[in-house]
């Protein structure tokens, strides 16, 4: 059976719905909540297996003819692989200068490596959507976003 874009990409989204459903079985639950019909497990539990539903669907529907088959030429694996190290350090940059500061910067080293250089356009593209996101999370579902350990320490705290 010649493997087409689309079992790849079936097997690669069942392969992180199991992964995200074994571990959304780590959730801990409060005392009691194991009982309860909805938990904190609830939720993801029920996301990994639609996802597990959807990927086999679409491994079982896949294209097998020869038109659908894997061709990896045209693709660039080298940007892909820069975007890959962008993230690592988005997470390293995340708990040091906090979430507003490091998603800006990651947006604008993505769009960065995407082709935009126009400075304005970096600009107009990333910090809005940075404090939009950042307002959302922090204060209209009070999500506590740690401001980062060196603007804490420059604060004295």
């Known amino acids: 059976m010649p493997l087409s874009k689309d079992h790849i990409g079936g097997l690669v989204f069942l392969c992180l719905s199991v ?4 571990y959304a079985g780590e959730i801990a639950l409060l005392p009691g909540d194991e ?3 909805f938990n904190a497990q609830s939720l993801p539990s029920a996301l990994a297996v639609l996802g597990g539903i ?3 669907a679409l491994i079982v529907t896949a294209d097998r003819s020869s038109a659908g088959r894997l061709q990896l030429a045209g693709y660039d694996f080298w940007l892909v692989a820069k975007l890959l190290l962008l993230v690592v350090l988005l997470g390293v940059a995340l708990p040091w200068i906090g979430f507003l500061a ?3 910067l990651f947006l604008i080293g993505g ?5 935009v250089r ?3 356009t970096l600009l107009l593209a990333s910090v809005p959507f940075s404090v939009v996101l950042w307002f959302l999370l922090a204060q209209l579902l009070d999500i506590y976003l740690a401001p980062g350990r060196l603007f804490t320490a420059m604060l004295g705290g």
Not at 19 to 22: E, L, M, P, Q, R
Not at 111 to 115: F, S
């Open 102 to 104: 490091s998603t800006i």
């Open 118 to 120: 126009s400075i304005k």
């Open 54 to 56: 959807l990927s086999i």
């Open 35 to 37: 009982f309860a019909p």
């Open 111 to 115: 769009y960065w490596l995407l082709g």
């Open 19 to 22: 992964a995200y459903g074994y």
